[in-house]
């Protein structure tokens, strides 16, 4: 049996793991076995901050994984994810850039699973809480990714 990782190593591989999906989702070329992978150290990246972060790494590991999961268009886990999010938010009274990605999430998975509707519900209300974004680089990043998300 392995020893345990402390909590700098758990903070180490979760920050690894999520630039690593960035990488990943970043990367024009991307083949299957890179998809798995992105899938895998996302899910892993969420698991390391479940054990030593905060209700703000719980969040955004939630968001990484539906954002993952949308980009591969795939829907269900896409909005099981976003779905997380939001209620992490909800539960934890978490606003500005987070809330409003957290919307953005569940515009865009609603997108890839057809919902017309839904996704442009998302989007305005990502666009209302973008509006309220303290830090304009943080506003920009919500309305930029809000400009990706696919039409339904």
């Not at 992105?38 to 901050?49: K, L, Q, R, Y």
């Not at 606003?95 to 998975?109: K, N, S």
């Amino acid at each position: 049996m392995s020893e345990a990782l402390d909590a700098e190593q758990e903070k180490r591989l979760a920050i690894q793991l999520f630039n690593g999906t960035w990488d990943l989702l970043d990367k024009t070329d991307r083949s299957a076995d890179d998809d798995a992978a992105m899938v895998h150290m996302a899910h892993a990246s969420t698991h390391h901050w479940s054990r030593v972060g905060t209700a703000v790494n719980a969040v955004r590991g939630e968001w990484q994984c539906s954002r993952v999961y949308a980009v591969l268009g795939r829907a269900e886990p896409a909005l099981f994810h976003a779905n997380r999010a939001l209620a992490i938010c909800e539960a934890n009274d978490i606003g500005d850039f987070d809330l409003a990605f957290c919307y953005e999430a569940l515009a865009r998975a609603h997108a890839v699973a057809g919902n017309g509707d839904e996704s442009r519900r998302w989007s305005g209300l990502a666009s209302t809480a973008a509006a309220d974004i303290v830090e304009d680089d943080d506003r920009a990043l919500v309305l930029d990714a809000l400009a990706t998300v696919p039409q339904a």
